[in-house]
């Protein structure tokens, strides 16, 4: 077996001699537990600007005791004191090492090291993970300090921590090795801390709605409801093809049709497509079902959702995000735009005048494949129009209404009898920073055409298709069984918390996102 790279490392090299050493003297370097009275942000709460006492007064044990944990990550020694900070889950604090008080568990003092400050000094380093008991003082310039009385190493940390000037400065480093970047940066840090109250948000708000959460499998042996290409595996127990799902919609619907109202379900599905800013071939996604909704219900759910959270987090409906100089305001209602219409506002060009050999040369001259354009639909160029010349414009929150059938499977025709007439169908999708951030339908639950649009799209697949859906009789099946009138959407959970966290990239609000091999 190939010996790790870090292993040759001089560092790795001191730190592992010095846990050999720890353990000569008889010393635990990897205690089962330790038991905090406090962790950072409670003492600070608990205390905030009380004067309790100076570093004498803590010498002497009459000031406020407390027991804290965290990681040393600052260490100078002074004279007859040692001053360091450690930083736990909530922040960080200083801690004051003395010579003649401070204390090392299970430490027993030589005639080569006759003081456990020496050990501290010695055998700790940064990184390493330390208990202190110890009584709190504040120093002359107020700074909130422990008086340590007695050291407990936790945990003895073989490799060294990035230097703390430049930090991470290689984003491929962040990314792959998270661990380091939250370690080394508060702002990280703090973006997957909203991100896990952005989506405990979002549960409260649909479970107020009314909605159940559920959930259903990761695994599948037909995929459906987006048009991508799957993952696939095999099942060896059943000597079956799967595949990872793509989406949440069909199971869904199918406990819709069993007779649950309101249902939602935040899980993992896999694409497997491109990766960039704001796509990863895993990520999460939120999914809702509402019996006897359509798509203006939906449309109105959605914009007051986004409007709470801004509310909860900002205290306002506007982000500012400085490094586009723009202001996103989230407030309710949103602005609503038919795919044409989006097009003749920001494309300027008018699709009821325009022929589809003309729409095609328009896209030719725009860099578009010809090939791909061979035998696209008028649906398709409508849609293609307006991905290339209206989305980038959509800035502030739209939804843009009234979609060509092409454009899905799975969505109800329009009720006005002229779209209905063009192949429109109920369909928005939510754009922000001119980026899609959400789908959604009235659903289809007429079974025949239901099945007819999944042929066609069968046929797509058969004719080399990747991200076309394959026939799926079950689900036609649970159709027939009877769905009531329904809306549902999808939302990437990811792009979200790249609004609300002011993220430019994907890869910043996924713990560990996907990346490319190491050599």
Same mark, same amino acid.
């Given at each position: 077996?190939?010996?790790?790279?870090?292993?040759?490392?001089?560092?790795?090299?001191?730190?592992?001699?010095?846990?050999?050493?720890?353990?000569?003297?008889?010393?635990?370097?990897?205690?089962?537990?330790?038991?905090?009275?406090?962790?950072?942000?409670?003492?600070?709460?608990?205390?905030?600007?009380?004067?309790?006492?100076?570093?004498?007064?803590?010498?002497?044990?009459?000031?406020?005791?407390?027991?804290?944990?965290?990681?040393?990550?600052?260490?100078?020694?002074?004279?007859?004191?040692?001053?360091?900070?450690?930083?736990?889950?909530?922040?960080?604090?200083?801690?004051?090492?003395?010579?003649?008080?401070?204390?090392?568990?299970? *430490?027993?003092?030589?005639?080569?090291?006759?003081?456990?400050?020496?050990?501290?000094?010695?055998?700790?380093?940064?990184?390493?993970?330390?208990?202190?008991?110890?009584?709190?003082?504040?120093?002359?310039?107020?700074?909130?300090?422990?008086?340590?009385?007695?050291?407990?190493? /936790?945990?003895?940390?073989?490799?060294? /921590?990035?230097?703390?000037?430049?930090?991470?400065?290689?984003?491929?480093?962040?990314?792959?090795?998270?661990?380091?970047?939250?370690?080394?940066?508060?702002?990280?840090?703090?973006?997957?801390?909203?991100?896990?109250?952005?989506?405990?948000?979002?549960?409260?708000?649909?479970?107020?709605?009314?909605?159940?959460?559920?959930?259903?499998?990761?695994?599948?042996?037909?995929?459906?409801?987006?048009?991508?290409?799957?993952?696939?595996?095999?099942?060896?127990?059943?000597?079956?093809?799967?595949?990872?799902?793509?989406?949440?919609?069909?199971?869904?619907?199918?406990?819709?049709?069993?007779?649950?109202?309101?249902?939602?379900?935040?899980?993992?599905?896999?694409?497997?497509?491109?990766?960039?800013?704001?796509?990863?071939?895993?990520?999460?996604?939120?999914?809702?079902?509402?019996?006897?909704?359509?798509?203006?219900?939906?449309?109105?759910?959605?914009?007051?959702?986004?409007?709470?959270?801004?509310?909860?987090?900002?205290?306002?409906?506007?982000?500012?995000?400085?490094?586009?100089?723009?202001?996103?305001?989230?407030?309710?209602?949103?602005?609503?735009?038919?795919?044409?219409?989006?097009?003749?506002?920001?494309?300027?060009?008018?699709?009821?005048?325009?022929?589809?050999?003309?729409?095609?040369?328009?896209?030719?001259?725009?860099?578009?494949?010809?090939?791909?354009?061979?035998?696209?639909?008028?649906?398709?160029?409508?849609?293609?129009?307006?991905?290339?010349?209206?989305?980038?414009?959509?800035?502030?929150?739209?939804?843009?209404?009234?979609?060509?059938?092409?454009?899905?499977?799975?969505?109800?025709?329009?009720?006005?009898?002229?779209?209905?007439?063009?192949? /429109?169908?109920?369909?928005?999708?939510?754009?922000?920073?001119?980026?899609?951030?959400?789908?959604? *339908?009235?659903?289809?639950?007429?079974?025949?055409?239901?099945?007819?649009?999944?042929?066609?799209?069968?046929?797509?697949?058969?004719?080399?298709?990747? @991200?076309?859906?394959?026939?799926? @009789?079950?689900?036609?099946?649970?159709?027939?069984?009877?769905?009531?009138?329904?809306?549902?959407?999808?939302?990437?959970?990811?792009?979200?918390?790249?609004?609300?966290?002011?993220?430019?990239?994907?890869?910043?609000?996924?713990?560990?996102?996907?990346?490319?091999?190491?050599?």
């Amino acid at each position: 077996m190939q010996t790790p790279e870090y292993h040759s490392h001089e560092e790795f090299q001191n730190r592992t001699k010095k846990l050999h050493e720890i353990k000569e003297l008889n010393i635990e370097p990897y205690p089962h537990k330790y038991t905090p009275t406090h962790n950072t942000k409670e003492l600070f709460d608990l205390i905030k600007e009380s004067p309790i006492g100076n570093s004498e007064e803590a010498f002497e044990g009459t000031t406020p005791s407390v027991t804290m944990a965290g990681r040393l990550i600052l260490f100078r020694a002074m004279g007859k004191n040692a001053f360091g900070h450690i930083q736990d889950d909530t922040g960080k604090i200083q801690i004051m090492f003395n010579r003649d008080k401070t204390t090392v568990e299970e *430490y027993n003092p030589t005639e080569a090291d006759p003081k456990p400050i020496k050990f501290i000094e010695k055998k700790i380093d940064l990184g390493d993970i330390i208990g202190v008991e110890g009584n709190l003082f504040r120093t002359h310039k107020g700074e909130l300090t422990i008086f340590a009385k007695k050291v407990t190493l /936790l945990c003895k940390s073989l490799l060294p /921590l990035p230097d703390k000037h430049s930090g991470l400065a290689d984003k491929g480093v962040r990314y792959r090795k998270r661990w380091l970047d939250l370690i080394t940066s508060t702002e990280s840090k703090n973006i997957f801390i909203l991100r896990s109250k952005i989506i405990s948000e979002i549960r409260k708000y649909f479970d107020t709605a009314g909605f159940l959460e559920v959930e259903t499998p990761v695994l599948q042996n037909i995929y459906g409801g987006a048009q991508a290409k799957p993952f696939t595996t095999e099942l060896n127990a059943l000597h079956q093809q799967m595949f990872l799902r793509i989406s949440l919609e069909i199971p869904l619907k199918k406990l819709i049709v069993g007779g649950h109202d309101k249902v939602f379900e935040i899980g993992k599905v896999f694409r497997n497509e491109g990766i960039d800013k704001t796509h990863n071939p895993e990520f999460t996604e939120l999914e809702a079902y509402a019996t006897y909704w359509d798509y203006n219900n939906m449309m109105s759910f959605i914009e007051n959702l986004f409007e709470k959270l801004a509310i909860t987090f900002f205290n306002d409906t506007k982000i500012i995000l400085e490094d586009r100089n723009v202001t996103i305001d989230l407030k309710a209602p949103w602005i609503r735009m038919t795919m044409k219409d989006a097009i003749k506002t920001y494309g300027k060009y008018d699709i009821d005048t325009l022929t589809d050999n003309q729409m095609k040369d328009i896209l030719i001259k725009a860099k578009f494949d010809p090939d791909t354009l061979k035998e696209a639909t008028r649906g398709s160029l409508i849609a293609h129009m307006f991905e290339e010349f209206a989305e980038s414009s959509l800035i502030q929150p739209h939804h843009i209404i009234d979609h060509p059938i092409e454009t899905t499977p799975l969505c109800k025709l329009h009720r006005n009898p002229k779209d209905k007439a063009e192949n /429109l169908v109920e369909r928005f999708e939510s754009f922000i920073l001119g980026g899609e951030i959400i789908n959604a *339908y009235t659903e289809l639950n007429d079974p025949e055409l239901q099945r007819q649009l999944l042929v066609e799209q069968s046929i797509k697949k058969e004719k080399g298709d990747e @991200e076309a859906n394959p026939l799926d @009789e079950e689900f036609i099946e649970a159709i027939c069984q009877g769905m009531p009138p329904t809306s549902g959407m999808g939302m990437g959970i990811d792009r979200l918390v790249m609004l609300l966290c002011k993220a430019s990239s994907i890869k910043d609000v996924i713990y560990f996102p996907m990346m490319k091999n190491e050599e």
